[in-house]
C-alpha cells in the first residue's frame, strides 16, 4: 500500500489547516514505515537505544488514543499496550507484527479524526489527567503535531539505518 500524503493548504482556516498540517505528519510516519519487514522495522538505528520504527509506530497510536478518545472524547479506555498504565510499553514491540502496529494506530487515527470531526469547535475541552487540568482540542491537536514531527525526525534516522532511504 502506497501512503498518499497531501500538503496542507496555503490559506485555510484554523481547523483546517491544524487537521492537514497533523494529516501531514500521519502520513509521513506512514511513509518511513512503508514497505519494511517486521526485522526491519523492529531494527534500532544506533545502539544503546532501543527505538524502533515499529515502537514509532505503537507509541504514536497509544498517544492518538489517549489524547483524543480519553482525553477529548472522556471515553474510559484503557491503554494499548499496557494493562498497567505504563506509556512506555508502546516502544517495546515484542509480540507485535507490522500489519499488527498499522491496524492497530490507522484505527486509533480514524477514532482520532471523528472525535475532532465532531467536536463543536477547536475550543471544546477534554481533561488531561497527568496535567491535572483541561486543555483544549487545539491544544491537543498541536500537541499530536509535535508528537509526530519529534518522532518523524527519529524516523528519519531509523528508516535511513534500515536501507539507506532518506527524505519525504
Known amino acids: ?27 509521513t510516519l506512514a511513509m518511513k514505515c512503508e514497505g519494511l519487514t517486521d ?33 477529548i472524547a472522556a471515553e474510559d479506555v484503557p491503554l494499548i499496550w499496557s494493562e498497567t498504565g505504563d506509556f512506555q510499553a508502546a516502544y517495546d514491540p515484542a509480540g507485535s507484527t507490522g500489519p499488527e502496529a498499522f491496524e492497530v494506530w490507522r484505527r486509533e487515527v480514524e477514532h482520532s479524526r471523528r472525535i475532532e470531526r465532531e467536536a463543536e469547535s477547536l475550543d471544546v475541552t477534554g481533561h488531561q489527567a497527568r496535567w491535572g487540568e483541561d486543555v483544549s482540542l487545539r491544544l491537543v491537536m498541536l500537541h499530536m503535531m509535535h508528537e509526530y514531527a519529534r518522532h518523524n525526525g527519529h524516523a528519519d534516522f531509523l ?10
Not at 496542507?8 to 487537521?19: C, I, K, Q, S, V
Not at 526491519?40 to 537505544?49: K, Q, T, V, Y
Not at 528508516?159 to 519525504?168: L, Q
Request: proline share 7%; hydrophobic share 40%; net charge positive.
Open 1 to 27: 500500500m502506497t501512503t498518499e500524503r497531501i500538503g496542507p493548504p496555503l490559506r485555510a482556516g484554523e481547523r483546517e489547516t491544524l487537521r492537514a498540517f497533523l494529516d501531514f505528519h500521519r502520513a
Open 39 to 71: 526485522d526491519e522495522l523492529r531494527r534500532p538505528a544506533s545502539p544503546p537505544s532501543t527505538l524502533t520504527l515499529l515502537g514509532l509506530l505503537r507509541h504514536l497510536a497509544e498517544v492518538e488514543r489517549t489524547w483524543f478518545r480519553r482525553v
Open 159 to 168: 528508516r535511513e539505518a534500515v536501507d539507506g532511504s532518506v527524505g519525504a
